[in-house]
């Protein structure tokens, strides 16, 4: 049963628009959210993240928003730079001292010069 | 701060062979973790340690892997024997606290079993 869902394996967009990557989930328990990047040959790196308190959550050109009633988040990337290319994950986790990440398949993004 | 330290980065071995992988996580991080990462597919958690305690291991395929962290610190992984689909990236990551922070991830070990 998969919990966290990243439906679409990959996204091309032209440099300097905007990259919007969704993600679904199914656990009601849930209650951080973050999204991971990860280059080829590297392990993920930590992107940004909000809580289920909030709906957005803004870092510089990184934008999450949450919509808890639809169990959905997505990403914002603007403007979207050709060393965004890489695939990002979609993780979530309950709240708890021993609460683990559940990740998503991931998304393929490209960014075209 | 140093990041999370795992060797080794690659591995090729035959079926039905062992192998074993080390990590070493960030100082003070009590909660360490074990990922396996098949290719196009999310990192599905294979144990998570908390201190030299295992918190969930119930994904671990018991007949064939074993995970030891002694001493709280660092951590080994082991298939015995390895089967063709083990072929994967195993992510190691640690963490204080997951909430909004989540964890930091080593750059990993690709195996390939032939």
């Known amino acids: 049963d998969q919990q966290v869902k990243q439906n679409s394996p990959s996204l091309s967009v032209q440099e300097g628009r905007i990259s919007i990557l969704n993600c679904d989930y199914t656990n009601s328990m849930f209650d951080y959210f973050l999204w991971y990047k990860k280059y080829p040959a590297e392990g993920p790196t930590f992107l940004i993240s909000i809580s289920s308190i909030k709906d957005k959550n803004e870092d510089g050109r990184f934008t999450v928003f949450l919509n808890k009633s639809a169990k959905h988040l997505s990403l914002h990337i603007v403007p979207s730079q050709p060393g965004d290319s890489a695939v990002y994950f979609c993780?979530?986790?309950?709240?708890?001292?021993?609460?683990?990440?559940?990740f998503g398949k991931g998304i393929t993004l490209s960014v075209r010069p | 701060e140093a990041g999370v330290a795992q060797s080794p980065r690659y591995k090729i071995i035959e079926k039905r062979q062992s192998v074993a992988f080390w990590c070493n996580p960030i100082?003070?991080?009590?909660?360490l973790y074990w990922y396996q990462q098949i290719l196009g597919q999310g990192p599905k958690l294979l144990i998570q340690f908390q201190n030299n305690g295992v918190v969930d291991d119930s994904q671990l395929p018991k007949d064939r892997f074993s995970a030891e962290r002694l001493k709280g610190v660092d951590s080994t992984l082991k298939i015995q024997p390895a089967k063709l689909e083990d072929s994967a990236v195993y992510l190691c990551?640690?963490?204080?606290?997951?909430?909004?922070?989540?964890?930091?991830f080593g750059s990993g070990t690709r195996l390939t079993v032939v």
């Open positions: 100082s003070g991080h009590a909660t």
């Open positions: 993780a979530a986790s309950e709240a708890g001292a021993n609460s683990k990440l559940t």
């Open positions: 990551a640690s963490s204080l606290e997951v909430s909004i922070y989540g964890y930091t």
